[in-house]
């Protein structure tokens, strides 16, 4: 017992000496590519806002963005997907090309009003990034695969400022029902150092505290949020078969990917035109913050929802995670009509259970609402990600995250299923 004790001591201590500087360099890019990104979409957005008319050329703004993809980036197209693919399944070192790309095509969408997330931009730099450090390394398999995650989490933490959950993200995004924790602790390091690196370019995350008082716990408090999180877990499942829906529909009507940013881009700014408002494209992040201060049209949810979907579906670069924090909070705001919690508290729920039904990402959710929103709360949160989790289904956003366990049971499916292949799997139709 005692030299068994020695051995894991010697090698618990090699594997901090290993990692612990490795998962700094990762952090310290992971860092300072989100505040690139951070910085770039700031500019995007305002003067975007202070030029509306730019939005009429959408069309155009995402031809060019997908034609540079079709000439270039045709091996990083796949975006996160293929992060996962590398770390499930490796095989080569991701293009340092993807990096500027996505940055680029994420920075045009949003420009030209576009209405998309930054998650998948920041993870996809970071990660890109991280494995140039394989080629210095020389790192294969296990090694490999934990840089590839460090890199994920870094970038999630440092653009959203959540070490805790970025941490966990990494970890978790995988494989529905499994966590890899041997990656927990270069990660964690790079979640850390990451989200300082954002804050030392003087760069701030939005607040979305609320002043609600949380309730008591009461049964009816109880039921409330389970009921709650039924439906952010029913609506992350819609966005996520929607969005692929779209996708799927464009890809087989248009071969010709610019074409399909065209179209799409047309589509999103008729609508805005239409309807007359800009409230539904780019981050939303105003929207988000009135979520928790005052009520809101209960379809704002269902708006975004729908110009995301077409918006990503068609092709455009950028993320899912900010415009599900929006259908999230804005969803909660619609659910203090009918359900006996603050309004504040349950935007604060649907900010973060739409999430994790739509990524199967219930802890890292969870740490993410406790670190935004404050452990009080964090009762209520955990009841509306685990239930979102459980009715959003074996769908998600990312299609080659892997299903390693049954959300309903402990029984293992087949080795390789992934999110992409369930329905097929099941025999479950596309549109379902």
């Known amino acids: 017992m005692k030299y068994l004790l020695q051995f894991e001591i010697f ?31 700031e500019w995007a957005t305002n003067w975007r806002q202070s030029h509306q008319w730019i939005i009429a050329f959408l069309p155009i703004g995402g031809f060019f963005s997908a034609w540079i993809y079709h000439c270039f980036g045709r091996n990083v197209e796949a975006g996160n997907n293929l992060l996962l693919e590398e770390i499930h399944n490796p095989k080569n070192i991701i ?12 920075d045009l969408t949003h420009l ?29 398999g296990v090694s490999r695969r934990i840089l590839l995650m460090a890199g994920i989490g870094g970038g ?8 805790l959950a970025g941490t966990v993200f990494g970890l978790e995004i995988l494989a529905i029902g499994k966590i890899h924790y041997d990656a927990l602790f270069p990660s964690l390091i790079a979640a850390i150092v990451g989200n300082q690196i954002t804050l030392l370019f003087g760069l701030h995350h939005t607040a979305y505290r609320h002043a609600a008082i949380i309730p008591t716990m009461t049964i009816w408090m109880f039921i409330s949020a389970i009921i709650a999180g039924a439906i952010f877990g029913i609506v992350a499942r819609v966005f996520s078969q929607v969005t ?21 881009g047309a589509m999103v700014a008729a609508i805005v035109g239409l309807s007359g408002t800009t ?32 918006t990503l579906g068609a092709g455009f670069k950028g993320g899912e995670v900010t ?42 959710s969870i ?66």
Not at 388 to 411: C, E, M, P, V, W
């Open 112 to 140: 030209f009003g576009g209405s998309a997330g930054r998650e998948g931009t920041a993870l996809q730099m970071s990660a890109s990034l991280a494995d140039q450090l394989t080629k210095i390394l020389h790192f294969k």
């Open 11 to 41: 090698i618990a201590s090699r594997h901090l000496i290993k990692w612990l500087p490795i998962s700094f360099v990762i952090g310290i890019l992971a860092g300072a590519v989100s505040a690139a990104l951070l910085v770039s979409l």
């Open 244 to 264: 692929h829906k779209i996708n799927y529909l464009f890809k087989a009507k248009i071969s010709y990917p610019p074409f399909r940013t065209f179209i799409g």
């Open 367 to 432: 740490l993410m609402g406790i670190e935004l929103f404050g452990l009080e709360s964090g009762v209520f949160i955990a009841i509306a990600c685990v239930v979102s989790y459980l009715f959003s289904g074996h769908s998600g956003i990312y299609t080659a995250q892997r299903i390693a366990l049954n959300k309903y049971s402990s029984a293992n499916l087949e080795s390789g299923l992934t999110v992409g292949t369930y329905k097929q799997t099941k025999n479950i139709p596309e549109n379902e």
């Open 156 to 163: 999630f933490a440092s653009v959203f400022g959540t070490p």
């Open 95 to 106: 293009p340092f090309r993807m990096a500027p790309l996505v940055l680029l095509g994420t």
């Open 279 to 310: 409230k539904y494209i780019g981050l939303g992040i105003p929207t988000i913050v009135d979520a928790f201060q005052t009520q809101l049209p209960p379809w704002d949810f269902a708006a975004k929802l729908g110009m995301t979907a077409l």
């Open 323 to 364: 415009p599900l924090f929006f259908i999230g909070a804005t969803l909660g705001n619609a659910l203090s009509l009918f359900l006996s919690l603050p309004a504040p508290l349950l935007a604060g729920m649907g900010f973060v259970a739409v999430f994790a039904g739509a990524a199967n990402t219930p802890l890292a």
